[in-house]
């Protein structure tokens, strides 16, 4: 089946130790997205790709980073976590103007 | 500021009766309005969407409503099921496309037997 997979479901990192969550595709989407959602908060979107074409939000904090070597990867690396970056990070893909997001499953991140 | 609102955290509602989640917008230039599902744990899935250019859409037990004067959609559930329990979130677009969403909060909604 052609999904959007994440890896790994759950991570905890120490404060401050660098962390790389990960994402993958098999529905060949043009368009990647992370998502940060926070306990009874919307998703909030934190950069997306359109192809290799990087595309960050303007209140994106800096310590957020991401890469996408291919068109079915992506990856979101936090540099130095805080503890205020403990959430839920959704990753989905979306075709170029057929609409519609496919999202994974998330991981869940913990930061002690 | 947000965009997109859903004011009740949360509903409950017997089985077999219908529900009824709220969404307002205020940006005009949304134009793809979608709901989203979510279970505890997995990623949103999608449930259904509707273009500005109509006022209805529907997909068995699932109907979602636009009026766009008033800025406002609703996504209607009946008969209601257990299994319907979940957090839903409404999202809006402003490319027709579905693309670049904007989330409000999510409604938990209770299904109970």
């Known amino acids: 089946d052609a999904m959007v997979i994440q890896n790994p479901r759950y991570q905890v990192t120490q404060f401050g130790k660098p962390v790389t969550l990960s994402c993958s595709q098999t529905?060949?989407?043009?368009?990647m997205y992370w998502y940060q959602q926070k306990s009874s908060q919307a998703p909030k979107l934190l950069f997306h790709?359109?192809?290799?074409?990087?595309?960050n939000e303007a209140d994106t904090p800096d310590n957020f980073q991401s890469r996408r070597p291919n068109t079915s990867f992506c990856f979101l690396d936090i540099r130095s976590p805080g503890l205020g970056d403990a959430a839920m990070y959704l990753c989905?893909?979306?075709?170029?103007?057929?609409?519609?997001?496919?999202f994974g499953s998330g991981t869940r991140l913990t930061v002690v | 500021d947000q965009q997109v609102k859903q004011n009740s955290p949360s509903l409950s509602v017997q089985e077999g009766r219908i529900s009824i989640l709220n969404c307002d917008y205020t940006?005009?230039?949304?134009?793809?309005f979608l709901w989203y599902k979510k279970y505890p744990a997995e990623g949103p899935t999608f449930l259904i969407s509707?273009?500005?250019?109509?006022d209805k859409n529907e997909d068995g037990r699932f109907t979602v409503f636009l009026n766009k004067s008033a800025k406002h959609l609703s996504l209607h559930i009946v008969p209601s099921q257990p299994g319907d329990s979940a957090v839903y979130f409404c999202?809006?677009?402003?490319?027709?496309?579905?693309?670049?969403?904007?989330f409000g909060g999510g409604t938990r909604l209770m299904v109970k037997p």
């Open positions: 989905a893909t979306s075709p170029t103007g057929l609409g519609g997001y496919t």
């Open positions: 529905l060949n989407h043009n368009v």
């Open positions: 790709y359109y192809d290799k074409d990087f595309n």
């Open positions: 940006n005009s230039m949304f134009d793809y």
């Open positions: 509707i273009s500005s250019i109509k």
């Open positions: 999202a809006a677009s402003g490319d027709n496309a579905g693309n670049m969403l904007t």
